[in-house]
């Protein structure tokens, strides 16, 4: 495995990050543990979670999944970048009590304390804000983050799905308390097929010292080899990549992206992470294996070397929106 600093941070991560978002809803419990270990085993050390997946009545259920294996033992805890998002609605029944959803500071103190009980640990290294809460002060946010930062529970605080304004607002008011390191991580939806992020979220991230940690990097598994897949009479593509195949201009820059990658005998799940792991800025991006199998194709990845002709064609398939602000500006 290759590391990274995270960000602006001296802390050291895995150029891929592993999400547990299909642990319990997708991967059974012995499943979830195997894939850890592997992760574990092959050098990845960020996992990323969030107090909601597990999903309806069962949210939290994939914090305490990964919480039953650090209790394994084996340096397992001491070994992991352990991350967690808090904003969700956590009632089962998708109603919430005022005050137990998004980002007050009396919600913060209560989601954070409900995950470490669920993930049985006593600190959560990366604690992110799921979403922006556009009716809660960042003054407030940060007042929550700081005391929990002195009580030991977290150690630094990042952001996901937050637009390049957020970001700087967020930490300009951060700068402004004193003793605040601000956000050091920006996760978001970054890939090929999808690079609005280039515009505003991955400049301000740059700028701010954030390290940028795509979501999706296969894009629902449109960028997963899903043409070709469904002539071989594989699973079929469902969620994103089935909305996306629907339009005849997309499905046509998949069948060109399928057939560069075939001309230069490289998979495309490879190639589409081989490709995240070049852009400026990123630190590495999520994948979310529902199999010892699919861990081992995204490791592959950190190896592989994209020659300067298969990246210009992948631009040409899926050119990006330019340089900020030009590309919007001039």
């Known amino acids: 495995m290759k590391y990274t600093q995270l960000g602006r941070t001296g802390l050291k991560v895995g150029r891929l990050v592993l999400g547990t978002m299909n642990f319990g809803p997708q991967t059974d419990e012995a499943d979830s543990h195997a894939i850890m270990d592997t992760a574990l085993d092959a050098g990845i050390n960020l996992f990323d979670t969030a107090n909601v997946y597990g999903w309806g009545e069962n949210k939290g259920r994939t914090e305490e999944i990964i919480g039953n294996w650090f209790a394994k033992g084996g340096d397992r805890r001491d070994k992991v970048v352990l991350a967690t998002k808090v904003y969700a609605n956590m009632a089962a029944d998708g109603e919430p009590w005022p005050n137990h959803d998004k980002l007050s500071a009396l919600n913060i103190r209560r989601a954070v304390d409900a995950s470490l009980k669920r993930l049985r640990t006593d600190h959560i290294d990366l604690y992110q804000f799921h979403h922006v809460d556009r009716s809660t002060p960042f003054e407030e946010i940060w007042q929550a983050i700081d005391v929990l930062v002195q009580q030991g529970k977290i150690l630094y605080a990042g952001s996901s799905n937050f637009p390049g304004y957020k970001i700087a607002q967020a930490n300009e008011i951060a700068a402004r ?154």
């Open 177 to 330: 308390r004193g003793g605040t390191m601000g956000l050091v991580s920006e996760q978001c939806l970054y890939n090929l097929a999808e690079r609005r992020a280039e515009m505003e979220v991955i400049p301000a991230a740059q700028e701010y010292g954030l390290g940028v940690i795509p979501w999706s990097p296969l894009h629902g598994g449109l960028l997963g080899g899903v043409l070709k897949k469904e002539a071989q009479g594989g699973r079929r593509s469902s969620g994103r990549a089935a909305d996306s195949l629907a339009n005849t201009a997309v499905r046509g820059q998949v069948q060109a992206y399928e057939d560069l990658l075939d001309k230069h005998g490289v998979q495309p799940g490879e190639a589409a992470l081989a490709w995240l792991l070049t852009r400026p800025g990123v630190t590495g991006p999520i994948v979310g294996p529902r199999t010892a199998e699919q861990l081992e194709s995204a490791l592959r990845a950190v190896e592989l070397e994209l020659s300067d002709e298969l990246l210009a064609g992948l631009d040409e398939i899926f050119p990006g929106p330019g340089p900020s602000p030009e590309a919007f500006a001039w």
